[in-house]
Every structure is written in structure tokens, then in C-alpha cells.
């Protein structure tokens, strides 16, 4: 009887930690890195965005949340409706262009790991522009 109670406690902690594992781990953000002081572009952005090794650029961080505030407000569980909700926000609101907005959505999503969970950024202003239909 005793190495029953003991198997089925070894069972019992396994599933646990196994479940755990699986369910209640956050999805890993990537830590931002200092990669070099953001420097204007003729279209009113400023880059680099992402250091070479795809991390975001910290540097970049206050600029991009003065230009485009509401997809930087972004936490990382969030759903494509409320990415679209700050998106058109920044861009009706703040004033923020198309490249803009699409930078901080770049940024965001380097920080919080979307890859597989959201749009590409390099598909994410020809959306702004196109299907979040801003305006109406």
C-alpha cells in the first residue's frame, strides 16, 4: 500500500508540473537592447527599430510610445481587434503616419514574441492602410 501512495503522488506531481508547463507559463518577451540612437528617415520615421539580432532597440522605446502611444500601450495578450483599436487611434488621434504606427508594431512585436500569434509587421501597414479601414 505504501508505494501505491507513493506512485500515485509521483503521478500526481508529474501531470502537475507537466500542466504547468503547458498552461500557465506567460510567452516569453524578448528583452530590448540598447543598439544604437534612433536616427530620422526621410518619411518621418526613425530607426534602427530592431538590433540585428531582432531584439528591440530600447533606444528606439520613448520615441516610438510620443509617436504612436496606443500600440505601444499594447500588453502582450491581446487580441487582433484591440492591435487594430490602437492602430487606428495613433493614426486618427496622435496624428502618427503609416510607417509610424507600423514601427511601433514592429517593436511590439519583437518585445512580446508575437511570431504566430499576430500579422507580420511587414504585412501590418498594408493592412493599416487597406483593411483596418481607419476612417469608417
Known sequence: MHSDAMRAAVVTATFGLIASVFFSLPASAITPKECGKPVAAANGTHGPVLC?????????????????????????KVTDAQIRKAACK??????????????????????NNWRGKHIKPSVFDLRLGVEFNCGG
Do not use: C, I
Open 52 to 76: 540585428p539580432t531582432g531584439a528591440p532597440n530600447l533606444q528606439m522605446r520613448s520615441w516610438l510610445k510620443k509617436s504612436a502611444p496606443h500600440t505601444m500601450a499594447l500588453k502582450a
Open 90 to 111: 495613433d493614426v486618427a488621434l496622435e496624428m502618427a503616419t503609416g510607417p509610424m504606427v507600423t514601427d511601433a508594431y514592429t517593436y511590439q512585436f519583437a518585445l
